[in-house]
C-alpha cells in the first residue's frame, strides 16, 4: 500500500478529502484545457517564461503609472503580452477590446490566478497515476465532522464574522470543512512569532471577528498567538485554484515592484480579510464581485481557506498605495476600512513565514 510523507496510506485517508482532491484536479485539467486556444496544457517551460513575463510588467506598470488607458497603449506592455499570449495561447475573442486582455493592471491579477491553475493541471497529468493523492501533494488534510467540538465552533464562527457590508453576498452556509496540514511548512509558524516578539508588538490595531478564545490550538499557545497579533484570517480562491494552493501554498511574486494592481491595493503581498463576505468576493460564491463562476467545479460549492497570520505590529495604510514591505518598525499593512481608501479591512503580509494555512472551508451563499 502507497503511502504519503506523513506515513499514511491513501486507504486511510475519508473519502469526503479524497473526492474533494479527485473533483478539482480533474476540473483543474479540463478549465486549462478549455482556457487554450488549441486545448492544450501549458509546459512547465513556458510558464516559467510567463511568470517572468508578469515581472516585467509589474515593473513596466510602476513606471508608467496607474492610468488604464496609457497601459493599454503602452508599446512594451504591448509587447510583453503578445510575448505572453506566445507562450501561453490563452483563448482570446475575436475582435476583444484591448483593455481586455493587454498586460494592464486590471488583468495581471487574472493572470497569475490562470497560470496557478495551468500549472496545478501540469502537476496534476502528472500525478494521474498516483495512487496516493495526499502523499503526492505533500499533504495531509482531514475532513472535520460539524458535530465535533472543532466543527461546531467554526460552524458558529465562521459566518457571523462579517460585518454585513456586502448586500449582494447572503449568508454563508457551511457545506464542508478541513484541517489542512502542509508539511512543507511544519514548524515555520512557530519560529516566525518567536522572532516578532523580539520586538514589542503594539496590539492597538488588530483584526475584527476573531474567536474569544482559540480552543482549536493548544492552551500553551494561546499567549503567543496573542502577543504576536496572530491572526485567524481568510482568503477566498476560486475552486480550480484550490488543488494548487493545497500544494505550493499562497504564493509571492518572484518579482516584488512598488507598484498598486487591481486585486492588490496595497502592493504584491499576500492578502487576507477578517470578514468572510470580503474574502468570498474573491471566490466562485453566488453574489461574489469578482470570480464570478469562472474557475468554477460542477458539483462543488465555493471555497475558501482559514489561516494563522502573524501580523505583529500592523503599519495602517494611509491610502491605497504599493507596497513592497512593511514600513519600518512594523511586520504587516493594514488596509483599513474607511481610512486606507478601501471599503473592507485587508491584511497584508510580505513574507511567507507569516502564516500557515489550518483549514479550507466549501460554503455556500
Known amino acids: 500500500m ?13 473519502p469526503k478529502t479524497l473526492k474533494l482532491l479527485k473533483d ?38 510602476a513606471k508608467i503609472g496607474d492610468d488604464t488607458q496609457t497601459q493599454v497603449k503602452d508599446r512594451k506592455l504591448t509587447q ?29 491579477q487574472d493572470w497569475h490566478d490562470d497560470l ?17 493523492i495526499l502523499g503526492e501533494m505533500n499533504l495531509d488534510m482531514q475532513w472535520i465532522d460539524p458535530t465535533s467540538p472543532k466543527g461546531e465552533l467554526l460552524h458558529q464562527w465562521c459566518p457571523q464574522a462579517s460585518a454585513n457590508r456586502h ?19 511544519k514548524g515555520i509558524l512557530p519560529k516566525t512569532q518567536q522572532r516578532i516578539l523580539k520586538s514589542k508588538v503594539d496590539l492597538s490595531e488588530c483584526p475584527s471577528h476573531q474567536l474569544k478564545t482559540r480552543t482549536d490550538i493548544a492552551s500553551k499557545q494561546r499567549r503567543v498567538y496573542k ?35 487591481t486585486g492588490a491595493k496595497f502592493g504584491q503581498g499576500i492578502y487576507f480579510a477578517d470578514d468572510w463576505k470580503n474574502a468570498a468576493n474573491y471566490s466562485n460564491a453566488k453574489g461574489s464581485a469578482e470570480a464570478g463562476d469562472k474557475g468554477a467545479v460542477k458539483g462543488r460549492n465555493a471555497f475558501m481557506f482559514a489561516a494563522d497570520v502573524v501580523l505583529g505590529t500592523a503599519h495602517v495604510a494611509d491610502n491605497v498605495q504599493g507596497f513592497t514591505k512593511p514600513p519600518r518598525g512594523h511586520h504587516s499593512v493594514f488596509g483599513k476600512a ?16 507569516q502564516f500557515k494555512l489550518r483549514y479550507l472551508i466549501e460554503f455556500r451563499t
Open 338 to 353: 474607511d481610512h486606507s481608501g478601501v471599503d473592507d479591512n485587508e491584511f497584508i503580509v510580505y513574507k511567507t513565514d
Open 80 to 108: 510583453l503580452t503578445n510575448l505572453m499570449f506566445s507562450r501561453i495561447p490563452r483563448r482570446k475573442k475575436v475582435g476583444a477590446a484591448a483593455d481586455t486582455w493587454v498586460l494592464s493592471q486590471h488583468n495581471i
Open 227 to 261: 502577543d504576536s497579533n496572530t491572526a485567524l484570517l481568510l482568503h477566498a480562491t476560486r475552486c480550480v485554484n484550490v488543488n494548487a494552493i493545497l500544494r505550493e501554498s499562497l504564493r509571492m511574486p518572484e518579482t516584488l515592484v512598488a507598484v498598486a494592481l
Open 167 to 185: 448586500p449582494k453576498m447572503k449568508g454563508m452556509t457551511i457545506k464542508n470543512l478541513w484541517e489542512v496540514s502542509q508539511f512543507h511548512a
Open 116 to 132: 496557478d491553475t495551468f500549472e496545478s493541471a501540469l502537476k496534476a497529468i502528472g500525478a494521474e497515476l498516483h495512487t496516493d
Open 2 to 14: 502507497a503511502k504519503n510523507s506523513n506515513g499514511k496510506s491513501e486507504s486511510t485517508a475519508d
Open 24 to 61: 478539482i484536479r480533474k476540473a483543474t485539467i479540463a478549465y486549462t484545457r478549455h482556457s487554450m486556444a488549441d486545448s492544450s496544457i501549458p509546459t512547465q517551460i513556458a510558464i516559467n517564461e510567463a511568470w517572468a513575463i508578469l515581472g516585467e510588467a509589474h515593473t513596466q506598470i
